[in-house]
C-alpha cells in the first residue's frame, strides 16, 4: 500500500470532505496561500477558492465565534489553530459557546464543527509552542476530544470528526505531521468513540494516544525480545473515553501505565486513574502509573526540553515500575 | 419629534414599547417576591432602541443579543409567555428551562440568543452575516451589546471582520452610560462610540435612543446601506437604564438627579406625547397600556401553570446523536 505523511493525510480528508459536501469550510490563519503553518491545508485555496478557505486576521476569540455562527446556519466550520497554545485565546467562545449552544438552547441548533490544532513538544518550540493541552476540555461537556496517532486514522478520524453534528476538538501532533504511514486509496471513516488495542498482550497495558503511542509502541517492541509482553492501548478519543476498552484491557493485564504529553498534574493520565480507582480497583495486580510532564512549562533548549517531555526510557521506568512492584 | 409613519405602525410600536415595559416590571415584582430565581437585567428605558430597530427589520433578518435581551426578544416577536415561562423554569420556555435570562434562543424567529457573556454575541453574529454572504442572501443580522461590551476585543476584532468581509450587519451599540458601575467617562477612550466605526473603514451612525423617530430613522438609513452591499455598519443608540444593572444594584455610582433628568425623556411617554399631540384619542392609548397588561398577566398565569421540566431533561441533549 502506499505511505503517505500524517499532513497530507489530513489533507486528504480536508479535500475529500470539502468535495463531498458544500458545507464544509475551512477557516484560520494562513491557512490559504500559505497551506497552514504545518501545511495541512496546502492546495485547498487554490482547489476551492476564498468561499471556502476563509483566510482570517489574528483574532482567534472572535474567528472561534465567526465559527459558530456558521455552524449555526448550517454551514460546517474547519476550523485551524496554527498551535494549540493559542486555543488560549478562543477559549470562552469554546467554552461559553461553541459547547453550550446545543444544550442549552434545547436542541433548537447544533454545532457541527471541528477545531484542528497542532499540539507537543518538537525540538526547541519553547513554552508557548510546545503544549499539549487536551487535558483542559475533556472536561467540558458538548466537546468531544480525539488525538490520532499515525497517519491512517488521521484520515479517517477527522472524515468522522467533520461528519459530526457536534463540536469536536482535534488534537495533531507537531512531530507526527512528519511520520509516514500506509493510507489506502479508497474512502474510510475511524469511529470517533473508539479505542483500539495497538498491540496485544498480556503482562501490562500501556495507554496512552498521539505521539507518546508511538513512543510506547516502541518500548513494547524492545521488550517483546526480553519475553515481557505490551498490550497497547491507543485512546483516540480523550472525551468521552472508550471506558469498555480500557477496562477491558485491565481486566486481562492486571497492570497499567499511562503515557501521554501533557502535565502530569489534572492530566489525562489522571482521568484514567480515578476511572480505573473507581471502576476497576479489584482487577489491578499493581498501582498505576502515570508518565508525564511534571510540573514546569517546556523550556526552549533541546538540551532542557529534553527532561520533560516523557520519552522511551521514561516509559520503559514506569513499566519497569509497575511490573516489579 | 416628527415621523411619517402612519397611525396603525404607531399604535404597535406604542404597543411593543408598552409590552416591554410592562413585561420587566412584571419580572422586578416577581423577583422581588422570590418567584425568579438567578438574575434579571432590565430593559428599562431602553425600549425605544428594541422596537425601533426591529420594526425596521424583515422577518427574515437576525438578531442576536446581550445579557439585557428580553426586550430584543419581545421586540423581535417572540412570545411573552414562552419567555415568562423560561425565566421561571418551566417545561414550555423558550428553552425548556435550560437557559434561562441569559441564554435564550428563538430560532423561529430568527432570535440566535441572549448572551451572559459581555461582547460574546458579537463574533456569533459576525459568523452569521458571513454565512448570508456565502448563502447569496439578501437579510442581515443586528448585533445587539452595550457600551460596555464596545471595549472588548470581541467588538473590535469582529468589526473589523466584518469590515474586511463586507458583511451585512448592524453593530447595534445601546450606550447607556454605564457598564455596570463603570460610567463610560472612566472606561471608555471615546464619549462617541459610533465614532469608532472609522477605524474600521465603517459607516457609523448616532441616534437619540429615547426617541424612537430617531432609532428607526438611523437604523432605516444603515439598512438601506447594508442591503445594497455596502457592508457593515455601526449605530450608536444614545439610552439610560432606568433601573439598576441586575437584582444586586444600590446604584452608588450615578446620581438620582441624573436619573430624574433622563426619566424626563423617558421614550414611552415621549412617544405619547407625541401621539397625543397628533390627536390620537387617549382611550385608544389606555386600551392598547391595558390589553399589553393583560398580556404579561397571562404570560404569568401560563407559566405559572406550565410543569417544571422532567429530570431527565438535565441529563440530556449534550450532543445531537448522529
Ligand atoms: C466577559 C464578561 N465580563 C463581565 C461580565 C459581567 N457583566 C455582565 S453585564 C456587564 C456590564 C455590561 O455593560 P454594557 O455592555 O454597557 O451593557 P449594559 O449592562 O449597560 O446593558 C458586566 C460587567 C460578563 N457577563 N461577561
Ligand atoms: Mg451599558
New interface residues.
Given amino acids: 500500500m502506499r505511505e503517505i505523511y500524517f499532513n497530507k493525510a489530513l489533507n486528504e480528508a480536508l479535500r475529500e470532505k470539502m468535495s463531498e459536501d458544500e458545507s464544509v469550510?475551512l477557516i484560520g490563519e494562513d491557512i490559504g496561500v500559505y497551506g497552514g503553518a504545518f501545511k495541512v491545508t496546502e492546495g485547498l485555496l487554490e482547489s476551492f477558492g476564498e468561499?471556502r478557505v476563509?483566510e482570517?486576521?489574528i483574532?482567534e476569540?472572535?474567528?472561534?465565534?465567526?465559527?459558530?455562527?456558521?455552524?449555526?446556519?448550517?454551514?460546517k466550520p474547519v476550523v485551524e489553530i496554527m498551535f494549540m497554545d493559542f486555543i488560549a485565546l478562543a477559549f470562552?467562545?469554546i467554552l461559553?459557546?461553541t459547547t453550550?449552544?446545543?444544550?442549552?438552547?434545547?436542541?433548537?441548533?447544533?454545532i457541527p464543527m471541528v477545531i484542528r490544532t497542532p499540539a507537543g513538544a518538537k525540538g526547541g518550540y519553547g513554552p508557548s509552542h510546545s503544549q499539549s493541552l487536551e487535558a483542559l476540555f475533556i472536561g467540558i461537556?458538548?466537546l468531544?476530544v480525539v488525538a490520532p496517532s499515525d497517519p491512517y486514522t488521521a484520515k479517517g478520524l477527522l472524515k468522522s470528526a467533520i461528519?459530526?453534528?457536534?463540536p469536536v476538538l482535534f488534537v495533531e501532533n507537531k512531530v507526527l505531521y512528519g511520520t509516514k504511514g500506509e493510507v489506502p486509496e479508497e474512502s474510510y471513516l475511524i469511529p470517533l468513540n473508539q479505542a483500539m488495542i495497538r498491540r496485544e498482550g498480556t503482562d501490562l497495558t500501556i495507554i496512552s494516544y498521539s505521539r507518546m503511542l508511538q513512543l510506547s509502541l516502541k518500548v513494547a517492541s524492545f521488550l517483546e525480545k526480553q519475553g515481557v509482553t505490551l498490550e497497547v492501548l491507543d485512546l483516540i478519543s480523550l472525551s468521552p473515553l472508550d471506558e469498555e476498552a480500557i477496562i477491558a484491557s485491565i481486566k486481562k493485564t492486571k497492570r497499567v501505565v499511562v503515557v501521554d504529553e501533557g502535565c502530569k498534574t489534572g492530566g489525562i493520565g489522571a482521568e484514567i486513574s480515578a476511572l480505573l480507582a473507581e471502576e476497576a480497583i479489584e482487577y489491578l495486580d499493581a498501582p498505576i502509573i502515570r508518565v508525564g510532564l511534571p510540573n514546569v512549562p517546556i523550556p526552549a533548549s533541546i538540551f532542557l526540553e529534553r527532561h520533560v517531555i516523557p520519552d522511551e526510557q521514561k516509559i520503559l521506568d514506569a513499566v519497569d515500575q509497575c511490573l516489579n512492584w | 419629534m416628527t415621523t411619517k409613519i402612519g397611525e396603525q405602525k404607531l399604535l404597535e410600536i406604542f404597543g411593543k414599547m408598552t409590552l416591554i415595559r410592562s413585561f420587566e416590571q412584571k419580572i422586578n415584582w416577581l423577583f422581588s417576591k422570590g418567584m425568579i430565581g438567578g438574575t434579571s437585567h432590565l430593559y428599562i428605558g431602553q425600549e425605544a432602541v428594541a422596537v425601533g430597530v426591529c420594526h425596521v427589520l424583515r422577518d427574515d433578518d437576525y438578531v442576536l443579543s446581550t445579557h439585557r435581551g428580553h426586550g430584543h426578544l419581545l421586540a423581535k416577536g417572540g412570545d411573552p409567555k414562552k419567555l415568562m415561562a423560561e425565566l421561571m423554569g418551566k417545561k414550555s420556555g423558550?428553552?425548556?428551562g435550560?437557559?434561562g435570562t441569559q441564554?435564550?434562543?428563538?430560532?423561529d424567529i430568527n432570535f440566535?440568543?441572549t448572551?451572559?457573556?459581555t461582547a460574546?454575541?458579537?463574533?456569533?453574529?459576525?459568523?452569521?452575516?458571513?454565512?448570508?454572504k456565502?448563502?447569496n442572501s439578501n437579510n442581515l443580522v443586528v448585533s445587539f451589546f452595550g457600551d460596555g461590551a464596545s471595549n472588548h476585543?470581541?467588538f473590535h476584532?469582529?468589526l473589523?471582520?466584518a469590515s474586511?468581509w463586507k458583511l451585512p450587519i448592524i453593530f447595534l451599540c445601546e450606550n447607556n452610560l454605564y457598564a455596570m458601575s463603570l460610567p463610560v467617562s472612566k472606561s471608555t477612550s471615546i464619549m462617541d462610540i459610533y465614532l469608532r466605526a472609522a477605524s474600521y473603514s465603517m459607516k457609523g451612525l448616532p441616534c437619540d435612543g429615547m426617541d424612537v423617530f430617531s432609532v428607526i430613522s438611523t437604523v432605516e438609513e444603515a439598512v438601506r446601506w447594508v442591503r445594497a452591499g455596502n457592508g457593515p455598519c455601526l449605530v450608536e443608540a444614545k439610552t439610560y437604564r432606568f433601573c439598576g444593572h441586575s437584582k444586586s444594584d444600590q446604584l452608588k455610582y450615578r446620581t438620582r438627579e441624573e436619573e430624574n433628568a433622563w426619566k424626563k425623556r423617558d421614550p414611552i411617554k415621549l412617544l405619547k406625547m407625541h401621539m397625543l399631540d397628533s390627536k390620537i384619542e387617549p382611550s385608544v392609548l389606555e386600551t392598547i397600556e391595558e390589553e399589553q397588561m393583560n398580556l404579561v398577566e397571562e404570560a404569568v398565569k401560563y407559566a405559572q401553570d406550565d410543569d417544571p421540566p422532567v429530570a431527565r431533561v438535565a441529563s440530556s441533549?449534550?450532543?445531537?446523536n448522529?
Avoid: R, W
Avoid at chain 1, 476569540?61 to 454551514?75: E, P
Avoid at chain 2, 441564554?103 to 430560532?107: D, E, G, P, R, S
Avoid at chain 2, 460574546?120 to 448570508?132: D, E, M, N, Q, R
Fill in positions: 469550510l468561499k476563509i482570517t486576521p483574532s476569540n472572535s474567528f472561534m465565534g465567526v465559527a459558530t455562527g456558521l455552524a449555526m446556519m448550517g454551514f470562552d467562545q461559553n459557546h453550550k449552544f446545543h444544550y442549552m438552547y434545547n436542541g433548537q441548533v447544533n461537556p458538548g468531544k461528519n459530526d453534528p457536534n | 423558550y428553552c425548556g435550560k437557559g441564554h435564550l434562543c428563538a430560532k440566535l440568543g448572551n451572559g457573556l460574546g454575541a458579537i463574533p456569533i453574529a459576525t459568523g452569521v452575516a458571513l454565512a448570508i456565502l448563502s476585543g470581541n476584532e469582529s473589523n471582520m474586511i441533549g449534550v450532543f445531537l448522529a
